[in-house]
């Protein structure tokens, strides 16, 4: 509250709270001494008139003589403060009274002799004896009787006229303590003016000089303290105004050098305009270039890789097939360059788009180390993978780079790696609801790194080992490209290495899960039997067993085939039998003789046997196994090989030329458009030789006449051609599909472009798909299988397989048709129908769901989905059924829900028929 009070206000506290005070203090006391002054007075004197009326009225009293006392009662009224006196005989009765009836009690007490007093509010009432010695002050004195009671005087004195004079003194003494104090308090104001006043004009002036009125200034204030004061803010006005015409004068200084290079700047900005307009048309030429250089480059390679292996199925001989090797190889690495410098100028110039799809992670390590297994065999490495199986392996992510990091990586350990071991482990570092942080790492046996070839590892064009004794191939842009991709899916890439002791590099990842389960259950085939392991390298059994163990199988390790066979023959006796033995053997374990002679006494003993060797040495051990393409694999073991494998022994399948001969499959009709003659040769070449009828054009305007004269399955269109391209001729076919009735004819695109979102142009243009040149027998096979559901083979008889013999109806599981669809591969038809048959009980669900709350749409959608994932199966009457469903759907026809009736029949016969081949 204080802290609030101006100066002014606090002058006038200061002097008046004070002085309040202690006037209050001293008023009150001296006002309380004066009463009780008067007080004692008024006492002493009712004592005094008392004594001295006991002489005057002895002789009255002493001859009971009332007139007398009536006459000296009166005359003792006139005194002041006296309100009434009475004479009482000795026994108090009463002789004489003048003035009012006394306000008090007589007073009681004391021996009779002394003065007597009762004190009340308004009147004190006194009572005194008078004895005969009173009577000596008169003249007829009695000397005798002097101490005889003659009677008593009774007084009493009224305190009015005592407090009257009380209060005037207080009274006087407030109007001293005001008036002191009002001269007081105008000298606080007289003096708070005094100081109040300076202050306000020190106030004033800071104000004016805050508000920029620079020239103000104090005058003298008359104080020395405010003096000073005045002057060192008069000094500080002076100080303030030379740094303002000081700031003026750089401010107007500042502002023309600011105009000048504003002008600078934007002619520096004209420039800088210009130079990004010509550094865009640089990037753009550039892109141009290496898409054009790209085009040109793999087009010419797809020639020569492309006839390198038709001439290689030629007859030549071993010198010619050798040559043809060479370059065969010399193409790869050539290729595998240009892929690498357009890699690293897409991800330069933020162009590399990553894609996002579901993946087996296990898979992809695998088929890594399977494309790269040869080279590590030439060189008689062990090349291994362990998938930790805390891992979870269905997941979503761009596999494709993935595979391209790995491989990197992969290929580094084997060309850096002279003996030894090199092995890909993946683990789980943390595991999320919806994602995993994974840890991939290649680690191998090889020269390991110094501490500065690790600092320059990740540049581009470098390499960790420059020196002429080094081994020759590589651009110094893998692992660049690697780091890139890494940081781009948001992780990390790093090595960890000693030298002459090898190397481990390292990749940590983020990745989401997929919302299907990746994980392959055990074939309820193989649950439970029991297998041996003989491989003399330590981790290479590990994995193997950790594989075995994956597909259901009660695994034991051995570390010898004599260990195996002793094995065996305990087990056969105690009634508990190996149904497998896996033998992992190289030419220095184990020789092609050897084994085939253990093979012969495992399998006498009732144990069915597969053996694993190196790519490179497999060719030494065909001759001597009985059955050596159903029992010999190559290192590293696949899982999902060898579990089909295994199963192959257990529920043999009919030789797939059998199965070819009953699939009774058309040959498919295909239109080849390109401007290149090799290339056109290659392709018509490829197709014809696996079973397709080609027709091959050269320029866009005879395919746009030829599709309109002839029916194809399939065309194969060259993107980059004279007059009209391929863009321009697919958006002109379908241009004249638009008025004719019947399915759109799928359009495949044929580009050597690797550049950024070539894909997304070309599928605007209206094509389907597209593929990379150069072009492979494997590509063109899954492409005519994707878009046509006809596998490329010798074209057999053309039957209907769908109908059971003797019957109209349609087959519910037709694993001829299946195997055909999958290009006569076992496994791949396998892997489509247990795929379709998982999704079958959600698909019946949500297609029941949908028929429920009446959504047309999500039937449909539901509908053309499974109709879909039923086009790479052998299920003819669900396939049917979904055709049938999907069309009355569209048409909105009346006929529908039995159509979805149906449906769900054919879904219910597939699930149970499943059931019973499981």
Not at 182 to 193: D, G, H, P, V
Not at 566 to 571: I, R
């Amino acid at each position: 509250m204080l802290d609030r009070l101006g100066i002014r206000s606090r002058v006038l506290l200061l002097a008046l709270l004070p002085a309040s005070l202690m006037a209050l203090v001293l008023g009150c006391y001296f006002t309380w001494l004066q009463q009780s002054d008067l007080r004692t007075q008024l006492l002493q004197r009712g004592k005094m008139i008392a004594e001295q009326l006991a002489p005057l009225a002895a002789p009255a009293l002493a001859r009971q003589a009332p007139a007398q006392l009536e006459r000296i009662a009166a005359q003792a009224l006139e005194q002041s403060d006296v309100r009434a006196v009475a004479f009482l005989a000795a026994d108090r009765t009463r002789l004489a009274h003048a003035g009012p009836s006394m306000l008090n009690q007589p007073p009681s007490g004391g021996t009779g002799t002394q003065l007597l007093q009762r004190t009340g509010n308004d009147a004190t009432r006194y009572l005194m004896p008078v004895f005969g010695h009173h009577r000596d002050l008169a003249t007829d004195a009695v000397p005798a009787e002097a101490e005889r009671l003659l009677g008593w005087v009774e007084i009493e004195l009224s305190h009015d006229g005592t407090l009257l004079r009380g209060y005037r003194n207080l009274f006087t003494s407030l109007l001293l303590i005001l008036a002191c104090l009002s001269l007081t308090a105008l000298l606080a104001l007289r003096m708070s003016r005094t100081i109040n006043g300076p202050i306000n004009r020190i106030k004033h002036a800071v104000n004016q000089l805050k508000d920029g009125h620079l020239d103000e200034r104090l005058p003298a204030m008359g104080s020395h303290e405010l003096d000073e004061l005045a002057g060192g803010i008069n000094r500080m006005a002076e100080t303030l105004h030379s740094a303002h015409e000081e700031l003026q004068h750089s401010i107007d200084q500042a502002t023309e050098d600011v105009r000048q290079n504003l002008e600078t700047i934007e002619i520096q900005n004209i420039e800088l305009d210009m130079a990004r307009k010509e550094a865009l048309e640089a990037s753009r030429i550039k892109s141009e270039f290496l898409a054009n250089m790209s085009h040109e480059i793999r087009t010419p390679l797809n020639g020569i890789l492309g006839f390198t292996h038709l001439l290689q199925k030629s007859e030549l001989s071993p010198r010619q097939l050798d040559y043809l090797g060479t370059i065969e190889k010399s193409a790869d690495n050539l290729l595998g360059i240009i892929n690498e410098i357009l890699d690293f100028s897409k991800i330069e110039a933020g162009k590399l788009v990553l894609d996002s799809i579901p993946f087996n992670l296990r898979d992809l390590i695998q088929d890594t180390l399977t494309i790269l297994a040869p080279a590590a065999h030439a060189k008689q490495l062990e090349l291994l993978s362990l998938v930790y199986r805390d891992t979870p392996l269905s997941l979503v992510g761009d596999p494709l780079r993935l595979k391209q990091i790995l491989t990197n990586l992969v290929s580094n350990a084997i060309k850096f790696t002279r003996e030894g071991t090199i092995v890909v482990r993946a683990m789980l570092d943390d595991e999320q609801e919806d994602s995993v942080q994974l840890r991939i790492s290649v680690q191998d046996t090889g020269i390991g790194l110094s501490p500065q070839d690790v600092r320059t590892l990740f540049q581009a064009f470098s390499q960790a080992d420059n020196s002429l004794s080094r081994q020759p191939g590589g651009t110094g842009l893998g692992l660049v490209i690697s780091k890139r991709l890494i940081e781009q899916m948001g992780g990390e890439i790093g090595v960890d290495s000693t030298p002459g002791e090898g190397s481990q590099f390292w990749i940590s990842l983020n990745l989401p899960k997929a919302h299907d389960d990746g994980e392959e259950q055990p074939l309820p085939a193989l649950l439970g039997r029991r297998v041996a392991i003989v491989d003399s390298h330590d981790l290479a059994r590990q994995a193997l067993e950790h594989q075995l163990e994956d597909c259901g199988l009660s695994v034991t390790l051995f570390s010898s085939c004599e260990q195996l066979l002793q094995a065996v023959q305990a087990a056969n006796q105690a009634g508990k039998p190996f149904d497998f033995a896996v033998l992992g053997v190289n030419l220095g374990s184990l020789g092609p003789e050897q084994l085939g002679q253990y093979l012969q006494q495992l399998e006498g003993l009732g144990c069915q046997c597969v053996a694993l060797c190196p790519t490179t040495e497999q060719p030494l051990y065909l001759p001597y196994l009985p059955n050596a393409h159903g029992q010999l694999l190559a290192k590293p073991t696949c899982t999902r090989k060898i579990r089909r494998l295994l199963l192959e022994l257990v529920q043999p399948r009919r030789p797939l030329s059998e199965q070819r001969v009953n699939s009774g499959q058309r040959v498919p009709k295909i239109l080849c458009v390109d401007d290149n003659p090799a290339n056109l040769l290659l392709v018509q070449t490829l197709l014809e030789g696996m079973g397709a009828e080609v027709l091959a054009v050269d320029s866009g305007y005879t395919a746009v006449q030829v599709v309109q004269d002839e029916p194809f399955d399939l065309v194969l269109m060259d993107v980059q051609m004279p007059g009209m391209d391929g863009r321009a001729c697919t958006e002109q076919i379908r241009r004249w599909e638009s008025s004719q009735s019947g399915q759109p004819l799928p359009i495949v695109a044929l580009t050597a472009h690797a550049m950024a979102n070539e894909k997304r142009a070309l599928l605007h243009s209206g094509m389907d798909d597209y593929l990379t040149k150069p072009i492979s027998e494997r590509q063109l096979a899954q492409v005519v299988m994707k878009w046509t559901g006809l596998s490329l083979g010798a074209p057999p008889p053309e039957r209907s397989p769908e109908r059971l013999p003797d019957s109209g109806e349609l087959k519910v599981l037709d694993p001829e048709e299946g195997l055909r669809l999958a290009a006569g591969k076992p496994d791949l038809a396998a892997d489509m129908l247990a795929m379709l048959l998982a999704s079958l009980a959600a698909d019946r669900e949500a297609i029941q769901a949908a028929r429920n709350a009446a959504d047309r749409t999500a039937i449909i959608e539901r509908v053309h989905r499974l109709n879909g994932a039923s086009r790479y199966c052998g299920v003819p009457q669900l396939r049917a059924a979904c055709q049938r469903s999907e069309t009355l759907l569209k048409q909105d026809s009346p006929q529908a829900q039995a159509a979805l009736d149906d449906l769900d029949l054919a879904i219910e016969r597939l699930a149970e028929q499943a059931r019973q081949h499981a």
